[in-house]
């Protein structure tokens, strides 16, 4: 099995960088339908938009429904839960009419869990009790079947960045870290919202985040060759050795 992940386009409109944007997304859907195998799946870790209005999902969808594989897509703190799911529609809700954005997808040989790690009030992220039962709930369920988590905020602290704690407090980061690890079934966790390429672990869980699609927000320290060329990774997954990953470069460079 194999799974592309983007992350963090701030596909917007009006900015400076908008055309960019578009630009550097389109590259990413053009160089996932040429990869040979093609991926099975491909994963927006968030942030999407840059506000969360429904004429940037429009804009975004224009280019995402060029993809040649199924997408799925968390929601980033500088997306619109509403808009979001009225886009892209959500299939298996593991929680129906709350305003959480949580879903299971059941399609492959690794059961994909995306969270929601959204906070109502910050850009930070933020869990609760209602989200971390509903995940142990779903971790219930197939007991011996591996699965892989995808959320925008990590749970673990990012040592590059200038704000190491990505959750607003150490009991959110509490309450998704015994979620994930109740039941020993999560094998990797998978995360945008730092912009850069950066790894832990959240308990025995292990965690990484990959480079934001928008190449004016990125940072980290990249070739000379990549400084303006969008990046996103490819996750394989095998039975014996789980996920190896690595980082691919889409368009010219």
């Known amino acids: ?131 971390a039962d509903s995940l142990r709930a779903a971790l219930t369920e197939d007991a011996a079947r591996p699965t892989a988590a995808f959320m925008h905020h990590p749970a673990f602290e990012v040592v590059e960045s200038d704000y190491p704690l990505q959750f607003e407090t150490q009991e959110s980061i509490a309450m998704i870290r015994e979620a994930l690890n109740d039941h020993g079934r999560v094998i990797h966790a998978f995360c945008g919202h730092t912009h850069r390429a950066t790894a832990g672990v959240i308990g025995d869980v292990p965690v990484s985040s990959t480079p934001s699609i928008a190449v004016d927000l990125r940072l980290g320290a990249y070739p000379d060759a990549l400084q303006s060329v969008p990046l996103y990774q490819l996750h394989r997954f095998d039975a014996t050795q789980g996920f190896v990953s690595e980082m691919r470069a889409a368009g010219p460079h």
């Open 1 to 131: 099995m194999i799974i592309a992940q983007i992350s963090d386009t701030h596909i917007d409109l009006d900015g400076p960088h908008s055309a960019d944007r578009m630009h550097h997304l389109a590259q990413c859907v053009e160089d996932i339908n040429g990869l040979d195998p093609r991926p099975d799946v491909v994963l927006h870790t968030g942030d999407l938009t840059n506000l969360g209005k429904p004429e940037e999902y429009d804009a975004a969808k224009t280019i995402l429904d060029n993809l040649s594989v199924p997408l799925y897509l968390a929601a980033g703190n500088r997306d619109d839960r509403h808009a979001l799911r009225a886009t892209f529609p959500a299939r298996d809700d593991l929680l129906p009419g709350s305003p959480f954005l949580q879903y299971r997808v059941d399609d492959f040989p690794v059961q994909l869990l995306v969270l929601d790690t959204l906070s109502e009030s910050s850009n930070k992220g933020d869990y609760c009790a209602v989200r």
